[in-house]
């Protein structure tokens, strides 16, 4: 069955050290993002790819990076400069063409310890 | 800028009782989509309804149905014969029409007790 991957579902980084966080898809969409979502907000886009090897920056960028080399994989890099990364990441997908809303993957935890 | 508005942090309805939550946005965009997004304990979000702006017909899904307002813009989601399954996080949800990128814009979010 076609849907998004994100590993590991639970994950616990210490303070000062780097973390990526993994996205695999294989329905075939093109464009993949990156979402972070805190207790009693909504979500907020981090990054987000329409294509191979190009990406942009979202609402709160600072202090993540990603890279897309392949089409079905759109890995985040939650970096040391990152000052309050515990948090809830979503990572989702979406066909081309109008109207279509987005496939989601089921999340990663992120603790900082 | 693109906003999204959910003023009802928490809601609550009987089991087999109807319920709206509601949704208003702001947008200077004319092609745009709207979405209702259903979060339950299992975190996986999972797509309830959508709307093309361009429609006036209002959306309906089974139970789930929305009242498009486009001039007030305001979306609101009613829930038909609440189940005990509806229990969850609702978030309205807006994007842009394929020309203008497609990144979606989220409201804060309401959650949804149903009481048996």
């Known amino acids: 069955d076609g849907g998004i991957t994100q590993s590991p579902k639970y994950l616990f980084r210490k303070e000062g050290q780097n973390v990526t966080l993994s996205c695999e898809q294989n329905l075939n969409h093109d464009a993949m993002y990156w979402y972070r979502q805190d207790p009693g907000q909504g979500l907020r886009l981090i990054y987000y790819s329409q294509i191979v090897n190009d990406f942009q920056k979202g609402d709160i960028a600072e202090g993540y990076s990603v890279s897309r080399e392949k089409k079905e994989s759109f890995p985040l890099t939650v970096t040391s400069a990152q000052k309050n990364p515990t948090a809830f990441y979503l990572c989702a997908s979406r066909a081309p063409g109008k109207g279509y809303g987005y496939t989601f993957g089921s999340g990663t935890r992120l603790t900082v310890v | 800028a693109q906003t999204v508005t959910q003023s009802q942090p928490e809601m609550s309805v009987q089991e087999a009782e109807t319920v709206t939550l509601s949704c208003t946005y702001d947008t200077s965009e004319s092609d745009y989509y709207l979405f209702w997004y259903k979060q339950p304990p299992s975190r996986q979000m999972i797509l309830v309804i959508r709307q093309e702006a361009y429609k006036q017909q209002n959306a309906t899904e089974n139970r789930f149905s929305v009242n498009f307002q486009k001039a007030a813009k305001s979306f609101s989601l009613k829930i038909s014969d609440s189940q005990l399954g509806d229990a969850a996080m609702y978030f309205c949800?807006?994007?842009?029409?394929?020309?203008?990128?497609?990144?979606?814009?989220f409201g804060e979010g309401t959650q949804l007790t149903v009481n048996p």
């Open positions: 949800a807006l994007r842009k029409g394929e020309t203008s990128g497609s990144r979606l814009t």
